[in-house]
Nanobody, 124 residues
Framework: QVQLVESGGGLVQAWDSLRLSCAAS?????MGWFRQTLGEEREFVAA????????AYADSVKGRFTISRDNAKNTVYLQMNSLKPEDTAIYYC????????????????????WGQGTQVTVSS
């Protein structure tokens, strides 16, 4: 069982930046970030392959967010720039152990491990 621990959330103003981190207790393959607001479905934000050579982003964050990973530290990052109030949500780290190193999946059901979430609040 792999445990994921997120950090880096907080309260910022519009147009500010934040970097989220997610440390895994073991080896994983694909890793990603999802977010959820009250009463809404958890939605895909970004994902990355094990090598880091493939990434995927939700249209709403393309050009503003960047996902990366450091496999030596079993850690994935989400650099969030030009934050908007609509980015306010609980951000969840996700990972899986399925083999492969291609285009990362964006569907929730593909991910086996989940973190507890970190709150990101963007004020206008």
């Amino acid at each position: 069982q792999v445990q994921l621990v997120e950090s880096g959330g907080g309260l910022v103003q519009a147009w500010d930046s934040l970097r989220l981190s997610c440390a895994a207790s073991g080896r994983t393959s694909y890793m990603g970030w999802f977010r959820q607001t009250l009463g809404e479905e958890r939605e895909f934000v970004a994902a990355i392959s094990r090598s880091g050579g493939y990434t995927a982003y939700a249209d709403s964050v393309k050009g503003r967010f960047t996902i990366s990973r450091d496999n030596a530290k079993n850690t994935v990052y989400l650099q969030m720039n030009s934050l908007k109030p609509e980015d306010t949500a609980i951000y969840y780290c996700a990972a899986t152990y399925y083999p492969g190193d291609g285009q990362p999946p964006i569907e929730r059901h593909f991910y086996v491990y989940w973190g507890q979430g970190t709150q990101v609040t963007v004020s206008s």
